[in-house]
């Protein structure tokens, strides 16, 4: 089985955020089930990036394969692949870019995006052709790689190496669709789709154009994949995704427990494991002395890594501090994005500089540093479709404090009555007062130890790994596949 892996940003070469894990690990992981299976079964995997500017800077060289040509109306733009290995998983850079690739992974520009990711998508599929590799399942990833989807189902239907493809999209991120590229699809001869389900402002947007000729969907979380159907959730679409509920699945994300291995971490001053959680009080220890806040007895270190949005609550995580002001806490906020968050983020550490630190940046080593000695991390988000943050932050035993809304319903046990199974602390409405109401019950949890080192122990335990996520997407491709047959 031949399958075509796309996505704007993959792991180890650029990251951003999540996606970035997920497309650095997901085709890693079915690579390594799929050794174990018999020859005739064997899944060839192969994944394509677009060759960013900020890969190149990295000083990443990878080998020059060939170049090629991709429409845009009138004029034929040149396309250079090259290639590389991650993992024993072959990846194609495509390069040719418009802007001469000269932007960041995702612009605040719309249009800049889409011509850059729609030219990505349609390249990355003429692959097939330049390697005379036939592609089984055409594999992508939210809107930057949807348009491949339509250009499948319609520019190449008498491909020798497309034409019998089935397409399979997993959904991120609803909300972001990559609107205002009419006009660049249509140059690239994506052509509006008549889906009588689809709304009209929909048919020429990237997301739903590619989501209208998918064969299947999957979601990123089984919860997120209902809460889409629905208008609080379904940001207009959710007529059309109820239409199509039986191509919808849910696969949880996992996390790459390699990068992610308390026990391993190159980043992190003290190793552990769950069997030697006290050592975790040396990173914590480590990130106090650092950044010069004091220890304090029975305050938890509360931790924040996000990208800064609307999306990721982190305002409501603010105002409940300044409400909780009575309670013992101390906080580490890491992130960046929208500058107005931003400045609330910068605002608390001036109200409390003994308790507070504001790190606006993206910084992968403090990252791994704050989740291992972090007692908890705060996610009130308004919409989760998984969240990895939760599931990398148990690994380390810190403790998730979070809304129970999308995947972070499917990836935390709330904290029951007794302490035997729960693996975070969760709360019903994204607003100040349950976030504060719950803060003050994790506060409390956190001062009986034994009570906390449960909690820690069970989040430990969790299997966060691929390796089941990975194999139900093997599944998902053979029963595409069975459809051929
Ligand atoms: P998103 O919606 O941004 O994809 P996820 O929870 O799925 O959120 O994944 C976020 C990923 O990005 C995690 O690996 C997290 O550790 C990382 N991350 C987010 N913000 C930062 C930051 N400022 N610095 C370092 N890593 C970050």
Redesign the pocket.
């Known amino acids: 089985m031949h399958v075509l892996f796309l996505a704007a940003e993959a792991e180890p070469f650029v990251?951003i955020?999540?996606?970035a894990?997920v497309a650095g690990a997901l085709p890693v992981a079915i690579h390594q089930i799929s050794r174990t299976f018999r020859e005739a079964n064997k899944i060839d995997i192969r994944m394509a990036l677009p060759f960013h500017y900020a890969i190149k800077q990295n000083g990443f060289l990878p080998k020059f394969l060939g170049e090629f040509l991709v429409k845009k109306g009138e004029l034929n733009l040149n396309c250079q692949v090259y290639h590389s290995t991650k993992d024993g998983v072959p990846v194609y850079f495509i390069d040719g870019l418009p802007l001469n690739g000269k932007t960041t992974v995702y612009s605040r520009n719309s249009e800049d995006d889409g011509d850059k990711f729609i030219f990505f998508s349609l390249a990355a599929l003429q692959l097939a052709e330049v390697l005379e590799w036939p592609v089984h399942i055409l594999h992508t990833n939210d809107w930057h790689t949807a348009p491949a989807i339509a250009a499948l189902k319609t520019h190449h239907k008498s491909s020798r190496f497309l034409s019998s493809t089935k397409a399979l999209h997993t959904l991120h991120?609803l909300p972001f669709m990559g609107k205002d590229n009419e006009k660049t699809l249509a140059e690239y001869g994506l052509l509006p789709n008549e889906d009588s389900n689809l709304p009209n402002w929909a048919r020429h947007v990237p997301l739903p154009l590619g989501l209208s000729y998918a064969d299947k969907i999957i979601v990123v979380s089984p919860n997120y994949a209902s809460e889409i159907m629905t208008e609080v959730y379904g940001c207009g679409l959710e007529g059309f995704l109820r239409e199509r509920k039986h191509i919808i699945g849910g696969i949880l994300n996992g996390i790459d427990t390699a990068i992610w291995d308390p026990n391993t971490d190159p980043f992190i001053t003290h190793k552990f494991t769950e069997k030697s959680i006290e050592k975790r009080r040396f990173n914590k220890r480590f990130l106090l002395h650092r950044y010069n806040l004091p220890e304090i007895q029975d305050a938890p270190l509360l931790i924040l890594?996000?990208?800064m949005d609307q999306?990721k609550g982190i305002d409501i995580a603010l105002q409940s501090l300044l409400e909780c002001e009575a309670l013992p806490w101390q906080a580490i906020l890491?992130?960046?994005g929208d500058p107005l968050i931003e400045n609330l983020a910068r605002d608390l550490e001036k109200k409390y500089p003994q308790r507070v630190r504001t790190f606006i940046?993206?910084?992968?080593p403090?990252?791994h540093q704050l989740y291992a000695g972090g007692d908890i991390l705060m996610m009130p988000s308004r919409f989760e479709p998984?969240?990895?943050?939760q599931m990398?932050a148990m690994r380390y035993g810190c403790i998730p404090l979070a809304t129970s809304t999308g995947g972070l319903k499917n990836t935390i046990i709330p904290v029951g009555d007794d302490y035997d199974s729960g693996t975070g602390f969760l709360f019903e409405q994204p607003n100040p007062s349950h976030f504060s109401a719950t803060l003050k019950q994790a506060i409390k949890t956190y001062q009986d130890p034994d009570q906390w080192r449960q909690i820690q122990v069970n989040a430990m335990q969790t299997d966060f790994s691929w390796s089941k996520s990975a194999l139900k997407y093997i599944h998902e491709y053979m029963a595409l596949l069975a459809i051929n047959e």
Request: proline residues 0%; neutral net charge.
């Open positions: 990251k955020g999540g996606l894990d991120n890594i996000s990208r999306q890491l992130g960046s940046e993206f910084n992968t403090l990252a998984c969240g990895l943050t990398i």
